[in-house]
């Protein structure tokens, strides 16, 4: 373990080279190396398209291919079998894949709070987690979904038990819109963000306000294989990738061009009023030690992870 630590160190330090001054490049032509996202691109992921147009992975060294995931996509499997090179996670994901003997490596965080929220209908008189008691929320299925439900009403006093949780799917948008549930489950940055532009009164209740510490939601990963035999491209791409989202956080405009440049099936106007309220949560800062302990003990506490998260060997600190 004290030579995985020893490697990480090291590519950190290459990583700071390539994002002070160099560019990170080995002489000669671009490396391809591939991204598979976590979701349809979005907001989110705006400081990779930035990266990618404004040239910052080429000059980094990197020929960068861009993948969307398709619904059979299984991306820490991928990066496991070596058929990318990186991958965006959420980090739950991340932790359970570890747990299940995947050796992958959290590089750096894309955006620095939780993005998962309890989506209320506020003309019901909702005002807060404890008052879903006897309410029907709408959940997708997935277990972090109940771990955001729990503890929400366990940070504000109330019951988990006696919430009428439905599994809905991905479909919190038109459930809550039509007022099929009282509640449901998303992403403050996308479902909220739509709700509130169709104009459906609703309350966000964000997981970090009530009972979640405030963890990095996406991270880029890799598998600790690329992390021991290309070190240089590790480095690069968390360099190029971290330059990208500082480019995003002073020139937000341009960055929502290159977003939409890239993908011209996505609505500009959602895009822009869901960057709007990511900006601030989107800094390009490496990871904290502490938040990342917080995190792994309230995924350990809720029932996300079964063992204790050792996070020196499962995320490259300081990227």
Known sequence: MRGAVAL??????LAGVAGCGGDGAEPGAPKGASLVLDFTPNAVHSG????????FYREAGIDLTIHQPGESTDAPKLLEAGRTDFAILDIHDLGIARERGLQLVGL???VQAPLAAVIARSDRGI??????????VGVTGLPSDEAVVDSELSADGGDPAKVDEVTIGFNAVSSLAAGKVDAAT?????EGVALQRLGTPVR???VDSFGAPRYPELILT??????????HLVAAMVAATRRGYAFTEAHPAAALGDLLAADPALEGGEQSAQLKVLLPDLHPKPFNPRVLREWAAWDLKQGLLEEPLDIGEAFLLGG
């Open 186 to 190: 998303g992403f403050w940055n996308a």
């Open 8 to 13: 990480l160190a090291a590519v950190l330090l």
């Open 222 to 231: 890799a598998s600790r294989k690329t992390v021991e035999t290309e070190p």
């Open 108 to 110: 750096m965080p894309l």
């Open 48 to 55: 990779i398209y930035a990266a990618q147009a404004e040239g």
């Open 204 to 206: 966000i209740f964000k």
């Open 127 to 136: 005002e807060s987690p404890r008052e879903l008691e006897g309410r029907t």
